[in-house]
């Protein structure tokens, strides 16, 4: 039997703990499938997104852990799991999910899964929202500097 892990997530400026996420993820079994917020999900649950919705998939299947990327529900994220019918749901370790609640609701839905939560890279540095302050910084005209 092919194990299908699930991963979920914005995606939106790639970096290495996004790397090291899917990585991780793809370890857990046979064929690993990421599924891309869309735009309007990344704005409810994050920020406005840097890149759109088809960018951000086609960028993240062509990473090599990645066995196919989909657009996630604009409207249920359960609508996913139940057509895709993974065993496994890696969640990062900043998803706001609760890991409990998930495997209940999927069950109810006759997906039975189970979630796994995929640690931090160490260098946690390079998470998205912090390359975004470092770059913004550095961008920045020094303290007393004329404009």
């Given at each position: 039997?092919?194990?299908?892990?699930?991963?979920?997530?914005?995606?939106?400026?790639?970096?290495?703990?996004?790397?090291?996420?899917?990585?991780?993820?793809?370890?857990?079994?046979?064929?690993?499938?990421?599924?891309?917020?869309?735009?309007?999900?990344?704005?409810?649950?994050?920020?406005?997104?840097?890149?759109?919705?088809?960018?951000?998939?086609?960028?993240?299947?062509?990473?090599?852990?990645?066995?196919?990327?989909?657009?996630?529900?604009?409207?249920?994220?359960?609508?996913?799991?139940?057509?895709?019918?993974?065993?496994?749901?890696?969640?990062?370790?900043?998803?706001?999910?609760?890991?409990?609640?998930?495997?209940?609701?999927?069950?109810?839905?006759?997906?039975?899964?189970?979630?796994?939560?995929?640690g931090p890279l160490p260098?946690?540095?390079?998470?998205?929202?912090?390359?975004?302050?470092?770059?913004?910084?550095?961008?920045?005209?020094?303290?007393?500097?004329?404009?």
């Amino acid at each position: 039997m092919v194990v299908r892990v699930m991963a979920t997530g914005v995606f939106d400026l790639l970096h290495p703990g996004h790397l090291y996420f899917l990585t991780e993820a793809k370890k857990l079994g046979d064929e690993l499938v990421v599924v891309v917020a869309r735009d309007q999900t990344a704005r409810r649950l994050k920020h406005e997104p840097y890149v759109p919705e088809h960018v951000r998939r086609e960028m993240v299947e062509a990473l090599k852990p990645v066995d196919r990327a989909i657009l996630g529900s604009t409207t249920d994220i359960y609508e996913t799991v139940v057509r895709e019918r993974p065993q496994l749901i890696a969640l990062g370790y900043d998803q706001v999910w609760n890991d409990k609640e998930v495997e209940r609701e999927c069950a109810r839905r006759g997906v039975p899964v189970r979630v796994v939560r995929i640690g931090p890279l160490p260098h946690n540095e390079l998470a998205t929202r912090r390359l975004v302050e470092r770059i913004l910084e550095r961008g920045a005209p020094p303290p007393g500097a004329r404009p």
